[in-house]
């Protein structure tokens, strides 16, 4: 994915839902090369980054989602760090379908949810 995006002219949202995106493709690009282990950590490491700095963002005291939405990312924030450090470069294939998928789900929430506002 392109990394000279540029974000000026994108919403908050939009911003999160690329991060996620971007995240996700980081991934599938990642399994598509097994041989390289160092580029899956780091895929692994990049959404492991993204979900720790979004349950920090829903932790904040002027986090304006509510309570449920709070505590649904958070618990996908656990369940993403769990999978990463259990499995790490070793990670499965399914393992990957699911994070690629917590992540585009997300993304499309966000987006969808900047639609209605």
Excluded: H, Y
Excluded at 23 to 35: E, S, T
Excluded at 46 to 61: C, H, S, Y
């Amino acid at each position: 994915m392109d990394d000279d995006v540029d974000l000026s002219m994108l919403s908050l949202p939009e911003i999160e839902a690329f991060g996620l995106t971007r995240a996700a493709v980081i991934l599938d690009r990642a399994r598509g090369n097994r041989d390289d282990k160092t580029e899956m950590a780091w895929a692994l490491d990049q959404n492991l980054q993204l979900w720790v700095a979004i349950k920090t963002l829903v932790g904040e005291k002027d986090c304006s989602l509510p309570a449920n939405i709070k505590e649904n990312l958070v618990r996908l924030s656990g369940f993403v760090a769990d999978t990463t450090f259990r499995s790490g470069v070793e990670i499965s294939d399914d393992e990957i379908d699911t994070l690629t998928k917590i992540n585009l789900q997300i993304s499309e929430g966000l987006l969808q949810g900047r639609e209605t506002a």
